[in-house]
């Protein structure tokens, strides 16, 4: 009975697993490269795959071959005792080097390849990575964004990985990557986008208590749209509409798309493929009340709320020009906040405000709700307030 039991426990615990092996739907997959970094890589992956499935065979049959070869048998006389053979022993040295030559010619020829400079048309990129975000810079056009990566269809682009503290790895499993980011020194990747989608971004290195919370989205875009996102992010926010209660049930969707504007060629959070949706619970026990934000007193409480002014940490276009922490010039028209962990939207950034490090443990950002441990912070109504402000920054 016990027995039975167990085999039935674990036939249920491997269903689904050998189910979500069949799934087709694998959209962080590296097998699938689309960039010609991701097909170098993917093509020296089964040079090596296949080399070593090959040798795995012969050696196995080597083996099978001895065992049964030279098994016991009763009555067989004893075997003679031999002290060596030189010659076997210089040829099953030889062949693993021969074999490890071989592979050395394309591991070598793609190394050279993935490390060589990008074109002189290149699209520059510089990425630093923070504990637990990222920065993005585009030094060629004079924009800096965070945690949302936009790239042309089409165009290769160059990305210097820096690093603002620990040690980080920049990748994008079907792009491209993976590639450290170190202290004191700038690492480079290439790759050209070849079709417009959404992707998931990571950090593919420890890096620190919320590492696997330090995540990104690349929207690969046609050409016209790059440039006319460009332009939106040149200029300054564009208001948006009213944001809705910061306590709201219906926020935990992900946020409406903003209404048509031709400067503001953002990717809008109901469109996105479900692979890319940040859909992070929110903790127990946190809350807001239903109350309705105002962006005008956001807008004043951004630059001199307590116990610390949000200009202290943030850089917005026109307003404040700190580097600390995120850019928010635009942050309203992204469609996740917390590096990818929740939607851009009333309750969650109203949430995010109130207590960062509950949201996203290990966040450098203080706790602004007031609380036992922070008499001064601000009140529900204050923090919707900032939320409204920062959501109609489109």
């Known amino acids: 009975m016990i027995r039975a039991l167990r085999w039935r426990t674990h036939t249920a615990a491997a269903l689904p697993a050998a189910l979500a092996a069949c799934s087709s739907h694998v959209p962080n997959t590296t097998l699938s490269p689309q960039t010609e970094f991701g097909r170098d890589i993917d093509a020296l992956f089964d040079i090596l795959l296949f080399a070593g499935v090959a040798v795995l065979v012969l050696v196995t049959l080597a083996l099978l071959f001895v065992i049964v070869r030279y098994r016991h048998r009763a009555g067989a006389p004893e075997p003679k005792a031999i002290h060596g053979n030189a010659v076997l022993e210089i040829v099953w040295t030889l062949i693993p080097a021969v074999i490890l030559a071989i592979i050395a010619v394309p591991t070598v020829r793609t190394i050279f390849r993935t490390q060589a400079e990008a074109g002189p048309n290149a699209l520059q990129v510089e990425v630093v990575g923070h504990q637990w975000w990222w920065e993005f810079r585009y030094p060629q056009y004079g924009v800096v964004t965070a945690n949302e990566l936009y790239l042309p269809v089409g165009r290769t682009v160059n990305f210097a990985l820096m690093t603002a503290d620990v040690v980080h790895s920049f990748w994008i499993p079907q792009l491209g990557g993976k590639r450290d980011l170190v202290s004191n020194d700038t690492n480079h990747v290439w790759f050209t986008p070849e079709s417009a989608f959404a992707w998931n971004g990571f950090c593919a290195e420890f890096c620190g208590s919320s590492h696997a919370n330090m995540r990104f989205r690349v929207f690969t875009v046609p050409p016209e749209q790059f440039e006319r996102w460009i332009a939106h992010q040149q200029s300054p926010p564009v208001l ?52 309705r934000g105002d962006a005008a007193r956001g807008a004043q409480l951004f630059m001199r709320a307590t116990p610390m002014p949000c200009a202290a940490c943030h850089a917005i276009q026109g307003v404040a020009a700190s580097i600390v922490g995120p850019n928010l010039t635009h942050v309203g028209s992204r469609t996740s906040i917390g590096a990818g962990l929740f939607p851009t939207d009333a309750r969650h950034l109203a949430l995010w405000i109130k207590d960062s490090p509950a949201m996203k443990p290990g966040s450098k950002m203080p706790a602004f709700g007031k609380s036992a441990q922070i008499p001064a912070g601000l009140d529900d109504q204050q923090i919707a307030d900032l939320a409204a402000y920062l959501l109609s920054l489109k």
Not at 248 to 258: K, N, Q, R
Not at 266 to 288: F, K, Q
């Open 240 to 291: 948006g509409a009213a944001a809705p209660p910061a306590g709201a049930i219906d926020t935990l969707a992900p946020a409406p798309p903003a209404p048509p504007q031709a400067t503001a060629p953002t990717v809008v959070a109901d469109s996105l493929p479900e692979h890319v949706r940040a859909a992070t619970p929110i903790p127990a026990g946190l809350r807001m009340s239903n109350v």
